[in-house]
């Protein structure tokens, strides 16, 4: 995080009217939603003002705090005092500073806020509470990241089932950079691999909500493009390698299941070629052997073997190297389910 000090420089330096009267410029208005006329203080953020109140921030942001505890300039007039409400200028983006203040509530502790944020209030909060040094609104909105870009095989099988349907893929560029801002290098090989397969959407960016596009730095992208290619060598080895000629443990009929693991391996070339070196490695394989096994040669035991035990095993393989496929160093503890939570 930046400093207290050369934050609160940034803040109180790059403007001649730090602190002041209550005015209304007319290049600014005022927010519809977070203009409260008993607040006791301002904060513009471009051609947006919020009237809010300021015990909430000092009690959760040491950099409101610090802020806040600075001496204020002399006013013009000084004879209505008590209508005295601090203005000051912050270099964000509006919806950034809503999302985030939206949060706040007079009182001593922060609310629970939704469960499920959409992926633009997740990323304001963050940037916000980073910026501010409001740790408790960056923990709670990463851990909300966490769950859909986990560090285990079985929680991100589970994720890709469950996700929010605020989150969708191309906003996996934003989680990258957003791992990159707060330092959390958990968050990087699955948004990484996410943003493998965005195609054109990759170089575009996120569009945000004020315009602009959120693009991935360049060295990123160029992970994207050698992870991609590694994905697909991923996808191709999975596929040759579930029908290795091994029948599961049990097996009633191991002849008959040898030939026709046999006969699934030879005919992967007339398969569809998304499934044979698809970016997507952790694509199920039952369709491939219902369509190909269309009398049920294969004994149960085999069966259940390739639509679930063989996949899952070899795709677990290729999630423990995901960090060094997406080229990034492996966090601790990759692959490991988080202790809070409990075993499968």
């Excluded at 959390?184 to 170089?203: F, I, K, N, R, S």
């Amino acid at each position: 995080m930046l400093s207290n000090s050369r934050l609160l420089q940034e803040v109180w330096l790059d403007t001649n009217e730090t602190l002041s009267d209550e005015t209304e410029t007319s290049s600014s208005k005022r927010d519809s939603e977070l203009w409260f006329e008993d607040g006791n203080l301002i904060l513009c953020a471009g051609d947006v003002q919020f009237k809010v109140y300021r015990g909430p921030l000092i009690a959760h942001s040491l950099v409101f705090r610090d802020m806040l505890s600075l001496p204020q300039p002399p006013a013009a007039d000084r004879s209505s005092s008590e209508h005295f409400c601090p203005v000051i200028p912050l270099h964000d983006s509006p919806d950034d500073l809503r999302h985030a203040l939206r949060v706040f509530v007079p009182g001593s502790s922060l609310r629970a806020g939704a469960l499920e944020p959409s992926f633009e209030e997740a990323s304001a909060c963050i940037r916000i509470g980073h910026k501010y040094q409001i740790d408790e609104l960056v923990q709670r909105n990463l851990a909300f990241l966490h769950k859909i870009y986990p560090a285990d095989f079985d929680s991100y099988l589970l994720a890709r089932r469950t996700r929010p349907s605020t989150i969708s893929r191309v906003h996996a560029i934003g989680v990258v950079n957003l791992a990159r801002l707060a330092n959390v290098p958990a968050l990087l090989p699955a948004a990484l691999m996410e943003c493998c397969t965005l195609g054109a959407d990759l170089v575009h960016g996120l569009a945000r909500a004020d315009g602009t596009r959120e693009t991935l730095s360049p060295e990123d992208l160029g992970r994207c493009f050698v992870g991609r290619a590694r994905m697909a060598q991923a996808s191709a080895r999975i596929a040759h390698q579930m029908f290795r000629q091994s029948v599961a443990r049990g097996c009633r009929h191991p002849a008959c299941c040898l030939r026709v693991l046999q006969r699934l391996l030879n005919e992967l070339g007339d398969a569809r070629i998304e499934l044979v070196s698809n970016l997507d490695w952790c694509a199920p394989w039952a369709g491939y052997v219902d369509d190909k096994d269309e009398e049920r040669e294969l004994c149960a035991k085999c069966y259940r073997m390739l639509e679930e035990e063989r996949p899952r095993q070899l795709q677990r393989e290729v999630w423990q190297v995901l960090p060094t496929m997406m080229g990034v160093a492996p966090p601790e503890d990759w692959g490991e389910k988080p202790k809070s939570e409990p075993s499968a």
